[in-house]
């Protein structure tokens, strides 16, 4: 069975956000292989989440959860007559809370944006790969110290370095956190 594609997580299965394990989705009650494996946010806590039930927002809906944090992503602020002044349009904002998986990080994940849209999260980034993307990330490494930069690493010890691309333009974004 091919499994559902995530657009703006165009790397989900290759990541550490699904794990295999046979279970019934609590959503779904479909015999899955594969669990969800990092946050969603909801008041009831499902057992088991299947890729089927993220990718069609069931999930979302049926537990009224979010697996990014709206107020994560990048220019959304809580103050409702900045939030309704933001560039993007609502239902890009819905795809990242509720139809896309999130990713492990210390804090509380962000999602990037650019050119007025949600990014795609490429993945866990390092040092050496920030490096040869430097000059496209000068915007966000800019001011960061070199030994923080050096820190950075794909297992987020100490330094996790989370690496975003536009899904307009193409311009690699990065966003970091450590505990
Ligand atoms: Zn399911
Ligand atoms: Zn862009």
Redesign the pocket.
Known sequence: MNLPKFRLSPNAYALDLFVAESGICSCCGQARELKYNSSFYSLETPDYLCPWCIADGSAAQRYEGEFNDYLGIEGVSSDLAESDSIAIERELLQEVCSRTPSYHSWQQEQWLV??NQPCAFVGYTDYAEIQTLQAELQGDIAGMPERYLQAISKTGDPVGGYLFR?M??G?HRLHTDCT
């Open positions: 650019h050119c536009c307009e333009c311009r």
